[in-house]
């Protein structure tokens, strides 16, 4: 069983669509992050979000931390091509980071 | 910078082989660590280290597999004798304080036949 539950799993939509992304647990998070990672490439940091309810917006994506800090979402505005990729959360439960398993995201042209 | 290296980024091996990946982390990073990706499993954590001292090897599948940073510039991650399931994409990234941002390498692509 994952730390961070990521749902849906895979995402295939047109472009110009919207979509969110879910990462949940059981477990509280000083923080939570969210990495999109492309083919062949390592994960690169999107946002951090630290306080609970926080709502932080990078252009087209608006990234949320539950009040609780158990939970997060990223919601995707007209969704591009270019934003095909795996979108991972992670968070530090205690000790260290531990990733989801990652919502794979295709937009179609 | 040049960002966290990774070397080699693909390695075919056979069964029972030694493989050894190594990793520099970016300039000033105390922190490195090991990460696998797999379809089945996802990102896992392998182990860390703060200031070339292993904090945290819980996620190291076993025996077979070793880490070490001699110095601040410098990371190994070997796996003796590998196996067809160790065949993975294994990551190193590094940063500099507790919530600071993480930097990946590039990856490492192993396949073990």
């Known amino acids: 069983t994952q730390l961070l539950e990521q749902s849906p799993q895979f995402l295939s939509i047109q472009e110009g669509e919207n979509l969110t992304v879910y990462c949940n647990s059981s477990s509280v998070f000083s923080s939570l992050q969210w990495y999109r990672q492309e083919p062949g490439e390592g994960p690169v940091l999107l946002v951090t979000v630290v306080t609970g309810g926080e709502v932080k917006k990078l252009k087209r994506l608006t990234f949320q931390f539950g009040d609780a800090r158990k939970d997060s979402s990223l919601h995707i505005t007209a969704a591009q091509p270019g934003d095909t990729g795996l979108y991972l959360c992670?968070?530090?439960?205690?000790?260290?980071?531990?990733f989801g398993a990652g919502t794979r995201l295709t937009v179609k042209p | 910078d040049a960002g966290v290296i990774q070397s080699p980024r693909h390695e075919v091996t056979e069964m029972g082989q030694e493989v050894t990946l190594r990793c520099k982390p970016i300039?000033?990073?105390?922190?490195l660590f090991w990460y696998r990706q797999t379809m089945m499993r996802g990102l896992e954590l392998l182990i860390y280290?703060?200031?070339?001292?292993?904090?945290?090897d819980s996620g190291m599948p076993e025996d077979r597999f070793s880490a070490k940073m001699p110095n601040a510039s410098f990371s190994t991650l070997k796996i003796q004798p590998s196996e067809p399931r160790d065949s993975a994409v294994y990551f190193c990234a590094s940063r500099g304080r507790v919530l600071e941002t993480q930097y990946f390498g590039p990856g490492t692509r192993l396949l073990v036949l």
């Open positions: 992670a968070g530090v439960p205690q000790g260290d980071m531990r």
């Open positions: 300039s000033g990073h105390d922190y």
């Open positions: 280290f703060n200031n070339n001292v292993p904090i945290d």
